[in-house]
């Protein structure tokens, strides 16, 4: 994370409203596809649930939340790139690294693309659990799908990989194992989102 120069006054501001946060309610569903062939469901929160909760108690302790939405090009690839801030009265602040993925091509599948991307961000930076822990899942092999959502490609992983190692290096090795163990795209892709996640926490 990245702080401002002081935070004699965000960082309690934080503290006071972190303790009154509570996980919100669960508002959207993900389908998960067992080796069997069966399926069930199980929510999860959506990024207004999240704004919901979050203004519950920022209102009270002087923060508010900027999200910052934009591409860049490295190496050549377009990406999309989410930054989360907590933002003080006093104008002391937290801000999220980067959180980047391949950029898709239409407007559209992009705007859906950055709300996925910012609710992962906010969530993280609230330290929320705005899901059913699906690690289970992964280590079963089953395949898990957020509904009207479309299913990664190998780029995007990739992407993610980079973003969290800073090069390709370790990716052929990383994706060839886990395919021989029979994980498929999305679960690589969520596997590196909780990394991404975790690594947010910790900086």
Same mark, same amino acid.
């Given at each position: 994370m990245i702080f401002s120069e002081t935070n004699t006054e965000v960082a309690p501001a934080l503290a006071k409203a972190w303790a009154a946060l509570e996980n919100p309610k669960h508002n959207a569903s993900v389908t998960v596809k067992t080796k069997s062939g069966s399926s069930y469901k199980f929510d999860y929160t959506d990024l207004g649930g999240i704004f919901d909760e979050a203004k519950r108690v920022f209102k009270e302790n002087g923060l508010t939340i900027i999200q910052n939405a934009y591409t860049v090009v490295l190496e050549g690839k377009k990406l999309v790139s989410v930054e989360t801030m907590l933002l003080h009265s006093s104008g002391e602040?937290?801000? *999220?690294?980067?959180?980047?993925?391949?950029?898709? !091509? #239409?407007? =559209?599948?992009? @705007?859906?693309?950055?709300?996925?991307?910012?609710?992962? *961000?906010? #969530? +993280?930076m609230l330290g929320l659990a705005t899901e059913k822990d699906d690690d &289970? /899942? @992964? !280590? *079963?092999? /089953?395949?898990? =799908?957020? /509904?009207? =959502?479309? @299913?990664? #490609?190998? !780029?995007?992983?990739? +992407?993610?990989?980079?973003?969290? &190692? @800073?090069s390709e290096e370790g990716f052929d090795d990383f994706y060839n194992k886990q395919k021989e163990q029979g994980y498929n795209? /999305?679960?690589?892709? !969520?596997?590196l989102t909780k990394k991404l996640q975790a690594k947010q926490k910790g900086a």
């Open positions: 602040y937290v801000k *999220s690294l980067p959180l980047q993925f391949d950029a898709n !091509a #239409s407007m =559209q599948d992009m @705007g859906g693309q950055i709300t996925y991307m910012k609710r992962y *961000s906010l #969530s +993280a &289970a /899942n @992964g !280590a *079963s092999g /089953n395949e898990y =799908q957020f /509904n009207n =959502q479309k @299913g990664v #490609s190998k !780029a995007a992983v990739l +992407a993610k990989w980079k973003t969290l &190692a @800073g795209e /999305n679960q690589m892709d !969520a596997f």
